[in-house]
């Protein structure tokens, strides 16, 4: 009979590596704790929670030295998320213990301070959106998308299936009817949505159809609803969830489904450590699962287009297709406007005129600009003095209606200003618009008003309350006529029939971003917000711009998919991108600079050590000699273009002698280059970039880990992004 526990206490040290042996007690004999199991335990002078990661009859610590758990909690982690963490842990370069936290039961915590559970009534899942009382007849692209699917679900193997589908043509239908399939087949669904906005209508869609057998999971539930629905799903009462991207650890038995709605969404990303990409985590546990993993997207990733092979032959297996709208509907027109040259850099005359006619008709319109508050910034007119984070070295953005400035990283707010404090002076700029200026302005140009004609905004300023994104959602379906104004939230999957105008405003912002992946994004946020219009009636998208002649735009215009993804796939190669490589940005961050410098030079230092013998991988074999040399001229920018300001390059960075160790080798360190300060850190960063990626995710690891235990660099912390988004 097992007598040890392997606990790993969960703390956030990464220098602390478990997991340690705990003796059980008589009374937790006999198959009361396994793995999995959360107890309290002793560890370093305090009480802390831990989880059973495995059991043993004998430890290498001698036993009067072990300590013997304290209590066991009645609720545990299921088996196969204690696996599916500790690949977590490993995949993006964390620790088990930090992996962990994403699987336990909401506030475990409370539990070690032995507080109780109140009783709470569940929300009531409303739907917002298209109503469809009766499940709509498919067609013929439909019916063949889901006989696939159906085989695969028999099969009850790991499978993987791409949906490709305009806006429009159903693809909301066929996760319903494939989760129907799991369902019969007493298996178990999860389905994900990039956003929190969207899970009202999404969640009020699958509870038409599923009923109680629908659970909902976000982390702007109320404590006691997220774990009254976690309890459910945790004891079958519930089979189907929904949810943004951590109800990809939803504690479902039997997974027969994992749904992946609008994957191209770079919201699945997680920005704390781990820093985990759900649609990789879907793909492990769909394959621990013997689970259909089922990815859909009117605008596919890169990423996934190459696995299914998209580009080629429609034949493939892995990819499916609704190339039209379920009504026979066409996609909106779309028009580019110039505004190089435009007085008014807020809105063209064509997009007043526009919204103008919108009201005239009693119609609806979605407008879409990805920058919130009021003003970008403001500065004195007199000395020059800009307002910036105290914490951060950022620009203050000013929120008018609420009379203050903040930071958009580190959440710093301050009274905005009458007068300049540095000079006296009262004259003080605001520079740029956001989505609270645009709806201010308007409201004002349009005469809306609440009951005739209303001007909401959807950000993230205004969701914040409880049931804040369904309540403006539904206040907007029920308008008679209206606009919705907001950033990327409003392109993301909202089906209103009634909308026929679209405008992107400042279309090209995107583009200008040190990210190798602007123009997928921006793409994708002018060929989503396409997708709002004219499902109902025919409709018309206007797109205002700087860059009419750009490679995105001018393909979002024509409803182009395959051919921005052939022409980016191309790019990719040629310059040894993603998919074609992995990034991994390694970001050590410290009160002072020299700290963090003398820690990423030690970094820089291993990592050149460890990575330069790695062998090289098929693909980085198969690359001319053309390639690599354009390869390496354009090496300088890929700290840049993975979305970082360098204000540093070290010695050699971008010189001939690295071109050289790029062609022999499958990896390469750039870097340390200086960050922009932030939430009151210096930061120094590297980046990894590796034909092959699980040698250089281990490598990475061990080196951090090494770098970690050094007590030169105790005040360092250090954080790792593989694949960073």
Same mark, same amino acid.
């Given at each position: 009979?097992a007598s040890i526990a392997q606990v790993e206490p969960l703390t956030t040290a990464r220098a602390l590596r478990g997991p340690f042996d705990y003796r059980l007690p008589e009374e937790l004999l006999g198959g009361t704790v396994g793995v999995g199991s959360m107890l309290v335990v002793p560890f370093a002078r305090?009480?802390?929670?831990?989880?059973?990661?495995?059991?043993?009859?004998?430890?290498?610590?001698?036993?009067?030295?072990?300590?013997?758990?304290?209590?066991?909690?009645?609720?545990?982690?299921?088996?196969?998320?204690?696996?599916?963490?500790?690949?977590?842990?490993?995949?993006?370069?964390?620790?088990?213990?930090?992996?962990?936290?994403?699987?336990?039961?909401?506030?475990?915590?409370?539990?070690?301070?032995?507080?109780?559970?109140?009783?709470?009534?569940?929300?009531?899942?409303?739907?917002?959106?298209?109503?469809?009382?009766?499940?709509?007849?498919?067609?013929?692209?439909?019916?063949?998308?889901?006989?696939?699917?159906?085989?695969?679900?028999?099969?009850?193997?790991?499978?993987?299936?791409?949906?490709?589908?305009?806006?429009?043509?159903?693809?909301?239908?066929?996760?319903?009817?494939?989760?129907?399939?799991?369902?019969?087949?007493?298996?178990?669904?999860?389905?994900?949505?990039?956003?929190?906005?969207?899970?009202?209508?999404?969640?009020?869609?699958?509870?038409?159809?599923?009923?109680?057998?629908?659970?909902?999971?976000?982390?702007?539930?109320?404590?006691?609803?997220?774990?009254?629905?976690?309890?459910?799903?945790?004891?079958?009462?519930?089979?189907?969830?929904?949810?943004?991207?951590?109800?990809?650890?939803?504690?479902?038995?039997?997974?027969?489904?994992?749904?992946?709605?609008?994957?191209?969404?770079?919201?699945?990303?997680?920005?704390?450590?781990?820093?985990?990409?759900?649609?990789?985590?879907?793909?492990?546990?769909?394959?621990?699962?013997?689970?259909?993993?089922?990815?859909?997207?009117?605008?596919?990733?890169?990423?996934?287009?190459?696995?299914?092979?998209?580009?080629?032959?429609?034949?493939?297996?892995?990819?499916?297709?609704?190339?039209?709208?379920?009504?026979?509907?066409?996609?909106?027109?779309?028009?580019?406007?110039?505004?190089?040259?435009?007085?008014?850099?807020?809105?063209?005359?064509?997009?007043?005129?526009?919204?103008?006619?919108?009201?005239?008709?009693?119609?609806?319109?979605?407008?879409?600009?990805?920058?919130?508050?009021?003003?970008?910034?403001?500065?004195?007119?007199?000395?020059?003095?800009?307002?910036?984070?105290?914490?951060?070295?950022?620009?203050?953005?000013?929120?008018?209606?609420?009379?203050?400035?903040?930071?958009?990283?580190?959440?710093?707010?301050?009274?905005?200003?009458?007068?300049?404090?540095?000079?006296?002076?009262?004259?003080?700029?605001?520079?740029?618009?956001?989505?609270?200026?645009?709806?201010?302005?308007?409201?004002?140009?349009?005469?809306?008003?609440?009951?005739?004609?209303?001007?909401?905004?959807?950000?993230?300023?205004?969701?914040?309350?409880?049931?804040?994104?369904?309540?403006?959602?539904?206040?907007?379906?029920?308008?008679?006529?209206?606009?919705?104004?907001?950033?990327?939230?409003?392109?993301?999957?909202?089906?209103?029939?009634?909308?026929?105008?679209?405008?992107?405003?400042?279309?090209?912002?995107?583009?200008?971003?040190?990210?190798?992946?602007?123009?997928?994004?921006?793409? =994708?946020?002018?060929?989503?917000? @396409?997708?709002?219009?004219? &499902? %109902?009636? /025919?409709?018309? *998208? !206007? $797109?205002?711009?700087?860059?009419?002649?750009?490679r995105a735009i001018d393909h979002a215009s024509r409803h182009d998919s395959d051919g921005f993804l052939a022409g980016e796939l191309e790019r990719r190669q040629a310059l040894r991108y993603p998919p074609f490589s992995h990034l991994i940005r390694i970001v050590c961050a410290a009160v002072e600079s020299p700290?963090?410098?003398?820690?990423?030079?030690?970094?820089?230092?291993?990592?050149?050590?460890?990575?330069?013998?790695?062998?090289?991988?098929?693909?980085?074999?198969?690359?001319?000699?053309?390639?690599?040399?354009?390869?390496?001229?354009?090496?300088?920018?890929?700290?840049?273009?993975?979305?970082?300001?360098?204000?540093?390059?070290?010695?050699?960075?971008?010189?001939?002698?690295?071109?050289?160790?790029?062609?022999?080798?499958?990896? =390469?360190?750039?870097?340390?280059? @200086?960050?922009?300060?932030? &939430? %009151?850190? /210096?930061?120094? *960063? !590297? $980046?990894?970039?590796?034909?092959?990626?699980?040698?250089?995710?281990?490598?990475?690891?061990?080196?951090?880990?090494?770098?970690?235990?050094?007590?030169?660099?105790?005040?360092?912390?250090?954080s790792v992004d593989v694949d960073p988004q």
């Amino acid at each position: 009979m097992a007598s040890i526990a392997q606990v790993e206490p969960l703390t956030t040290a990464r220098a602390l590596r478990g997991p340690f042996d705990y003796r059980l007690p008589e009374e937790l004999l006999g198959g009361t704790v396994g793995v999995g199991s959360m107890l309290v335990v002793p560890f370093a002078r305090r009480q802390v929670l831990g989880v059973v990661v495995g059991l043993s009859e004998e430890s290498a610590v001698a036993e009067e030295k072990l300590l013997a758990p304290l209590r066991a909690l009645d609720l545990g982690v299921p088996v196969e998320l204690v696996a599916l963490a500790d690949w977590i842990a490993a995949e993006y370069c964390s620790t088990i213990a930090r992996a962990l936290t994403l699987v336990l039961p909401p506030g475990a915590a409370r539990r070690l301070s032995g507080r109780k559970r109140r009783a709470v009534v569940r929300s009531e899942h409303l739907p917002v959106g298209a109503r469809r009382p009766q499940p709509p007849p498919l067609t013929p692209a439909q019916e063949r998308a889901l006989r696939s699917l159906l085989d695969a679900l028999g099969e009850r193997r790991f499978e993987q299936r791409l949906l490709q589908g305009v806006t429009g043509s159903g693809k909301t239908e066929i996760y319903l009817r494939a989760a129907a399939g799991a369902l019969e087949r007493e298996r178990g669904a999860i389905v994900l949505v990039p956003e929190i906005a969207l899970t009202p209508q999404i969640v009020g869609r699958f509870a038409e159809r599923f009923g109680e057998t629908v659970a909902v999971l976000h982390s702007r539930l109320r404590p006691g609803e997220r774990y009254e629905e976690w309890r459910r799903l945790r004891t079958g009462e519930a089979r189907v969830c929904v949810g943004p991207r951590s109800a990809v650890f939803a504690p479902i038995e039997r997974l027969g489904l994992i749904v992946v709605d609008e994957e191209h969404d770079a919201s699945y990303k997680h920005e704390g450590d781990p820093r985990y990409d759900a649609r990789e985590v879907a793909v492990e546990r769909a394959r621990c699962s013997d689970a259909l993993l089922l990815l859909g997207s009117a605008t596919p990733r890169p990423e996934s287009a190459r696995r299914a092979a998209i580009t080629d032959d429609a034949s493939q297996t892995r990819l499916l297709r609704l190339p039209a709208r379920v009504d026979g509907r066409p996609l909106p027109r779309v028009s580019v406007l110039d505004m190089r040259g435009e007085q008014n850099a807020g809105l063209h005359p064509l997009t007043v005129q526009a919204l103008a006619q919108v009201r005239e008709d009693r119609g609806k319109a979605i407008v879409l600009l990805n920058r919130r508050g009021w003003s970008n910034f403001l500065s004195c007119r007199s000395c020059g003095r800009v307002w910036s984070c105290p914490e951060c070295d950022v620009a203050l953005v000013l929120h008018r209606r609420d009379g203050f400035l903040a930071c958009h990283h580190c959440g710093h707010r301050e009274p905005a200003p009458e007068r300049c404090e540095q000079c006296g002076s009262i004259s003080v700029g605001r520079h740029g618009a956001g989505t609270e200026r645009v709806q201010h302005d308007l409201a004002a140009a349009l005469e809306g008003d609440e009951d005739r004609f209303p001007v909401l905004r959807l950000d993230a300023d205004t969701v914040g309350a409880d049931g804040g994104v369904a309540t403006l959602l539904r206040r907007f379906e029920a308008a008679e006529s209206g606009v919705l104004i907001g950033t990327q939230m409003v392109a993301k999957g909202h089906d209103f029939p009634d909308v026929t105008l679209g405008v992107v405003l400042d279309a090209d912002a995107t583009l200008r971003f040190p990210d190798f992946r602007a123009e997928e994004r921006t793409f =994708a946020l002018i060929a989503q917000l @396409a997708g709002r219009v004219g &499902r %109902g009636a /025919e409709g018309r *998208v !206007l $797109v205002q711009t700087i860059a009419p002649e750009a490679r995105a735009i001018d393909h979002a215009s024509r409803h182009d998919s395959d051919g921005f993804l052939a022409g980016e796939l191309e790019r990719r190669q040629a310059l040894r991108y993603p998919p074609f490589s992995h990034l991994i940005r390694i970001v050590c961050a410290a009160v002072e600079s020299p700290p963090a410098r003398a820690a990423a030079g030690a970094l820089a230092e291993r990592l050149n050590d460890s990575l330069i013998n790695l062998p090289l991988g098929s693909e980085t074999a198969a690359r001319t000699v053309d390639e690599q040399a354009r390869q390496g001229r354009r090496e300088r920018g890929v700290l840049a273009e993975t979305g970082m300001r360098a204000e540093r390059v070290s010695p050699g960075f971008g010189t001939r002698a690295t071109e050289d160790a790029v062609s022999r080798s499958s990896a =390469a360190v750039l870097g340390p280059a @200086a960050l922009f300060r932030l &939430r %009151g850190q /210096e930061r120094q *960063v !590297l $980046v990894v970039k590796a034909s092959e990626r699980r040698p250089a995710v281990r490598a990475v690891g061990e080196a951090v880990r090494r770098v970690a235990e050094d007590r030169a660099h105790k005040g360092v912390s250090f954080s790792v992004d593989v694949d960073p988004q």
